[in-house]
């Protein structure tokens, strides 16, 4: 079992900047790929990033590449998002999700159906 917590939402003008946590407890966060999806109201939720187990890979929703990166610490058995060059559009819910998955597929990374294990969301907006 994992649990996952997400942290450091928050409001923030366009062009800002804001780093999301996800903090993992359970198995180590060394075992499980990781992704950041989001939701805002009335839409449904989508990929936003995701990390491989080993860290090796990352990968990134077109809307969000160049301007966000995935990380996460293994020995802190924490994930990260980072945002840069914040636009209104980006304003979301936005959910840490992980999987026991070793493989590199964006098929399964980049699903919300790719995940067992999901945080429960922090808000982060962006004023324009």
């Known amino acids: 079992q994992v649990q996952l917590v997400e942290s450091g939402g928050g409001l923030v003008q366009a062009g800002g900047s804001l780093r999301v946590s996800c903090a993992a407890s359970?198995?180590?966060?060394?075992?499980?790929?990781m992704g950041w999806f989001r939701q805002a109201p009335g839409q449904e939720r989508e990929f936003v990033a995701a990390?491989?187990?080993?860290?090796?890979?990352?990968f990134y929703a077109d809307s969000v590449q160049g301007r966000f990166t995935i990380s996460k610490n293994n020995a802190k058995n924490t994930g990260y998002l980072q945002m840069n060059s914040l636009k209104p559009e980006d304003t979301a819910v936005y959910y840490c999700?992980?999987?026991?998955?070793?493989?590199?597929?964006?098929?399964?990374?980049?699903?919300?159906?790719?995940?067992?294990?999901w945080g429960q969301g922090t808000q982060v907006t962006v004023s324009s």
């Open positions: 999700a992980a999987v026991f998955y070793a493989g590199t597929s964006i098929m399964v990374l980049g699903k919300v159906a790719g995940y067992a294990y």
């Open positions: 359970g198995r180590t966060s060394g075992s499980y790929a």
């Open positions: 990390i491989t187990r080993s860290g090796g890979s990352t």
